[in-house]
Every structure is written in structure tokens, then in C-alpha cells.
């Protein structure tokens, strides 16, 4: 079982490429979300998804778009990188309760991908 | 979601307990408290969550206080390897549209 799974782990942008951060998630989980992490800071959520064809933004979605097609996966666009999008990004999943019906709040993560931005 | 407090640094001697705090004073009733970990630079991990009673698993347990103001993740017996940014986290169960949000942690440093 792999859980989540970034590629690629680490990635070398010029200002104004553009790329995609993949994830995919082996749980049958509903819910997904992006989340950056930046040098001695917390994780801030980007986007996140209930579900397939289903998403909406967090705290820092400017510079990023999100699709969710399938229920396994949930890639992360950059447009038009810039040097403040140089982070550490993890994508994470979680499941719903069998007997709330409702998310667990339990998140699973991938080991991050490493984006810096010249 | 409440707003969470945690002292940004903390040391334990390798095999003693370690308690982590977390004030949480404007939780509300249906607001849950998560503890996550993040060790180096690795994906966070989920350790343990409770509503108002205390919760106990193989990885650690969690105290809430009373009146639910505040909380203690306690390690029994910390090893290296529990070396780690700890994460305490409040939010409601079942909230889709607001996944947790992450501050600064506690970073915990295990000493032999």
C-alpha cells in the first residue's frame, strides 16, 4: 500500500515556467489538499478537494490551480513560477468516518516535493 | 477553527516522559484537538486526536483539560527518534471546507 505519492521530489524552475506537482493516493480517500511549507514555517494550505470535480481554495492559493478528475489523484499547477513559490509542497489525503459519515481530520502525507524557483 | 498556543521549544532526556502543551481557550464544543508531528523535513503525521475525553494509543497520549481550554500530548517514554516539530491543532469534525491549519509547533528536541 503507498499511501500518497509526490512527483517529482525535487524540481529546479526558471521564473515564468510553468510545471505540475503530481499526487496520487492509493486509500480510496475523498478528501485532498496541497499544502507548502516554507524554511522554519508551518504548513499553509493552497487547495484542497471533497471530492472528484470538486475543489476550492485554502489560505494561499494565488500562483496555483488545482483539478481533481479522478478520486486518486489531485496534480498542482504552478503558471508562471516566481522565486516566492520556492517551498517544500506536501499533498495530503484523509478518509471519511464509517460511522460518522464525516472526514476524519486524520491526513495522510507524501514526503514532499522541493521546488526552488531561480 | 480556535486558535492554538504551544511553546515554540522544549527538551526531554531520552526515556523520560514528554509533555507537550497547548492552550486552546476559545475552543468551541464541537471542535476537536488534533497533535501531529513532523520529523526533519518528512510529511507531518497524524499521532492522535480527542473531543474532551482522554485518548490513549501506541503512539501517545492526550489529556484535555476540564474545561477544554487546554491539552497535554504526553510521549511516555521519548526516544531520538520522537525528535520533532509537534503540531496541536483545533477544528471542527467534519468541517470539508477548512482542513487543518498548521502553526508554528512545538519543536522537540529528545537528548540521550
Known amino acids: 500500500n503507498a499511501g500518497v505519492t509526490q512527483t517529482p521530489k525535487f524540481q529546479v524552475l526558471k521564473t515564468g515556467q510553468s510545471m505540475t506537482l503530481q499526487c496520487a493516493q492509493d486509500?480510496?480517500?475523498?478528501?485532498m489538499s496541497w499544502y507548502r511549507q516554507d524554511p522554519g514555517m508551518g504548513l499553509r494550505l493552497i487547495h484542497y478537494s471533497v471530492g472528484a470535480g470538486i475543489t476550492d481554495q485554502g489560505e494561499v492559493p494565488n500562483g496555483y490551480n488545482v483539478s481533481r478528475s479522478t478520486t486518486e489523484d489531485f496534480p498542482l499547477r504552478l503558471l508562471s513560477a516566481a522565486p516566492s513559490q520556492t517551498s517544500v509542497y506536501f499533498c495530503?489525503?484523509?478518509?471519511?468516518?464509517?460511522?460518522?459519515?464525516?472526514?476524519?481530520?486524520?491526513?495522510?502525507f507524501g514526503e514532499g516535493s522541493r521546488l526552488t524557483v531561480l | 477553527d480556535a486558535k492554538t498556543t504551544q511553546p515554540p521549544s522544549m527538551d526531554c532526556a531520552e526515556g523520560r516522559a514528554a509533555n507537550l502543551p497547548c492552550n486552546h481557550s476559545?475552543?468551541?464544543?464541537?471542535?476537536?484537538v488534533y497533535w501531529y508531528r513532523q520529523i526533519h523535513s518528512q510529511g507531518p503525521q497524524y499521532i492522535i486526536h480527542g473531543l474532551k475525553n482522554n485518548e490513549t494509543n501506541e503512539m501517545a497520549s492526550l489529556i484535555i483539560t476540564e474545561d477544554r481550554k487546554s491539552s497535554t500530548l504526553i510521549l511516555p517514554h521519548a526516544t531520538l527518534r520522537d525528535t520533532a516539530v509537534y503540531y496541536c491543532i483545533v477544528r471542527v469534525l467534519g468541517n470539508a471546507g477548512n482542513m487543518l491549519t498548521f502553526g508554528g509547533g512545538t519543536r522537540l528536541m529528545v537528548k540521550p
Open positions: 476559545t475552543i468551541s464544543g464541537n471542535e476537536y
Open positions: 495530503a489525503s484523509s478518509g471519511i468516518g464509517t460511522v460518522t459519515g464525516n472526514p476524519t481530520g486524520e491526513l495522510f
Open positions: 486509500m480510496n480517500h475523498e478528501y
